[in-house]
């Protein structure tokens, strides 16, 4: 006899229907991408990836069948106009899915760490180590086709040393010298500086592509804020005569023509505010210097508050899909006959 399952925890409903989000508009992006893509190792990675967010998403819907789970909107076929123009050159296809795979190992990841049932904590590992070998994969190719930015090296330490002085971690006077970064600092900086680049490549596409002014606006200033946070971020290398991060070519074409819905791309900027607010959450806990601590603060304000001005305008034009939750029990109180 089979023994019966748990009902599902709270972060368990928010983890499936999260994934469920995230691979249904993947696969909408990644099917459009594969429509006009030449170079054949690209097409593989790029295929490869689109039949994961397939797979994934078949398994989701088992699941919620299962527990008469509501399944989520999400994004479908009507979210993407497959007629309009090519708009994502190839390297920007493989860069895309490189740093979007970066960004599921750190979800699904979350995801393992909040489940509890056994088959939720299977689903959600099989996708860890898909996603993981998917950014391996990505990340080879990139290599070979010499569009991807190695961090900077540094010398191998020969000996290990300890902090002998609080002047470590200072760095907020503007006429005191600054000390040396440390490597720890110098993968962050690098790292958010990748990620900016390739979110203000989206938001330069979605922006051109959008009928909407509100919409265009919006992007057009999530493109300012990204310039402008690696701008800081190579400032702080450079001010270290460390090389600033030779960012891919990886252009989009000039079409005007819509290709994602205004829900899609608002969603998909959506989603990379909040793992970039993550990323720099965890680059300011890690960073020792305080001029480095402070710019993470208060870059991560800066973006809560441009991603509060895009839900504004996904609630006004109903786009935003709400998350599971519970009933307000006041208001039930109140109602009831």
Not at 11 to 23: A, H, K, R
Not at 208 to 219: A, I, R
Request: charged share 20%.
């Amino acid at each position: 006899m089979c023994e019966e399952k748990a009902p599902l925890t709270s972060s368990e409903i928010g983890s499936l229907w999260t994934g469920y989000m995230n691979d249904s508009m993947s696969k909408q992006i990644l099917g459009f991408m594969l429509k006009y893509i030449k170079d054949s190792d690209i097409k593989h990675i790029i295929q490869h990836a689109y039949d994961l967010s397939s797979t994934h998403l078949e398994k989701l819907i088992t699941i919620f069948k299962e527990e008469q789970y509501a399944i989520p909107n999400g994004f479908t076929e009507q979210d993407v106009n497959m007629n309009a123009p090519w708009l994502f050159t190839d390297l920007f296809s493989l860069t895309y899915v490189n740093h979007m795979s970066r960004v599921g190992m750190l979800t699904y990841s979350g995801f393992t760490a909040v489940s509890y049932r056994e088959d939720i904590c299977d689903y959600f590992s099989e996708c860890l180590n898909e996603t993981n070998k998917l950014y391996n994969q990505s990340l080879k190719i990139a290599m070979l086709k010499g569009v991807n930015a190695r961090h900077p090296y540094i010398e191998v330490p020969k000996e290990t040393d300890y902090v002998d002085s609080k002047k470590y971690y200072s760095g907020l006077n503007p006429f005191a010298s600054k000390r040396p970064l440390n490597a720890v600092e110098i993968s962050h900086l690098y790292l958010n500086t990748m990620t900016n680049s390739i979110g203000a490549k989206l938001c330069l596409a979605f922006s051109q592509t959008s009928p909407l002014k509100e919409v265009q606006d919006f992007m057009i200033r999530s493109k300012e804020v990204s310039q402008k946070h690696i701008k800081v971020f190579v400032d702080a290398l450079l001010n270290d005569n460390i090389e600033a991060p030779h960012v891919p070519d990886v252009a989009v074409s000039n079409s005007t023509t819509q290709a994602f819905s205004d829900k899609l791309m608002m969603f998909h900027m959506s989603l990379l505010m909040a793992a970039g607010i993550g990323n720099y959450a965890t680059a300011g806990a890690a960073s020792q210097r305080s001029d480095l601590m402070l710019n993470y603060e208060r870059l991560s304000l800066e973006v809560t508050r441009l991603a509060k001005s895009g839900a504004d305008i996904m609630i006004q034009h109903n786009w935003l899909e709400q998350p599971p939750g519970t009933k307000d029990r006041e208001k039930l109180a109140k109602n009831k006959e």
